[in-house]
């Protein structure tokens, strides 16, 4: 059986879609889970709406925000009965041989503890803007380009440590077994953005990986979505670089030196610090972890203060 964890926070607007995506996929041994984390649209309403399908087993409401989507991801997966979870997010919605396909591969490859497919990237308006393996060409130019069954400490070595390669949780079929195994499980609880990285890393670590090339999930990039608020810009610099520090601690040496160095100019050019306003708690926390994870940090802060000097 598979367990479908839905976390819902004010998605109402996409919730009806993302649970007939679920409820019309081909494979039907579900458990569907959905977990409302206080809700200020009518979410509650459309979810009551479901409340009776013989497919929906538990819907639990949060009194208040729990603060981390990771805590609701924890609740869903704690509550599992099947085998297989799927954290269907509740903004995306799917393929419906999204699940019989990633099952399949995992079915074919008993050594594997996690499948994933390609997503295609959507609006508001469900309007595609690409897809998601695009972005990984910048890691490897041919790797996502087919089906493939791969060794995980592998893939975390030459590229999940430095960019997570598995772009959101609505792509991923794994074993709730290898979930409940992470030593990051309490604390990605602590973090808003990059709790998904350190998980699949955690368990990618200690299997195969199953991917599927096809472009099976559809995720959305919206206005109210946490991946596009300007005003968690610097929660989410200082993660990832609190996570590119973490990961470096556990796989030695670095397989991939030009990708590192790409990323790390790439976090720094979104960080663009104020020096006028560096004190402050936000800069200071991201100038902590920025010191452990990137050696250049002292040069890249003196050459922009020179830029913006004029003096360069």
């Known amino acids: 059986m598979i367990s479908v964890i839905i976390p819902n926070y004010n998605h109402a607007k996409f919730l009806r879609k993302r649970l007939a995506s679920i ?167 602590k973090l808003k953005c990059t709790g998904d990285w350190l998980m699949w890393f955690s368990i990618l670590q200690h299997t195969n990986v199953c991917y599927c090339h096809r472009p099976l999930n559809y995720f959305r990039y919206h206005q109210a979505t946490t991946r596009s608020d300007t005003n968690t810009r610097l929660l989410n610099v200082k993660e990832h670089y609190e996570a590119i520090y973490t990961l470096s601690q556990m796989i030695h040496p670095l397989s991939d030196v030009k990708n590192h160095k790409n990323k790390l100019t790439e976090l720094f050019t979104s960080w663009n610090p104020s020096f006028r306003l560096f004190w402050r708690k936000e800069n200071r926390q991201i100038f902590h972890y920025a010191m452990k994870a990137d050696p250049q940090i002292i040069s890249r802060l003196f050459h922009l203060l020179l830029k913006r000097l004029h003096v360069i």
């Not at 019309?24 to 409302?36: F, N």
């Not at 709406?49 to 639990?60: A, D, G, N, Q, T």
């Not at 919605?93 to 050594?111: E, I, K, R, V």
Request: proline share 4%; charged share 20%; glycine share 2%.
């Open 23 to 189: 409820l019309e996929q081909t494979y039907q041994d579900l458990e569907v889970i959905i977990l409302d984390d206080c809700s200020t649209d009518n979410s509650r309403a459309i979810i009551e709406e479901y409340r009776i399908h013989p497919l929906v087993k538990k819907i639990i409401y949060n009194a208040q925000n729990s603060g981390s989507p990771f805590i609701q991801w924890n609740k869903g997966v704690a509550l599992a009965q099947g085998d297989y979870v799927w954290i269907a997010e509740s903004d995306d919605y799917a393929d419906q041989n999204m699940l019989s396909s990633c099952l399949d591969a995992l079915m074919t490859s008993p050594s594997s503890d996690l499948a994933y497919c390609d997503s295609l990237e959507i609006d508001e308006q469900d309007n595609i803007a690409g897809r998601w393996s695009r972005w990984q060409e910048k890691l490897s130019p041919n790797l996502w380009t087919s089906d493939f069954v791969i060794s995980g400490p592998h893939l975390n070595s030459t590229y999940n440590r430095v960019a997570n390669i598995i772009p959101n949780a609505s792509c991923v079929l794994f074993r709730r077994n290898a979930y409940m195994k992470s030593p990051f499980l309490k604390r990605i609880e």
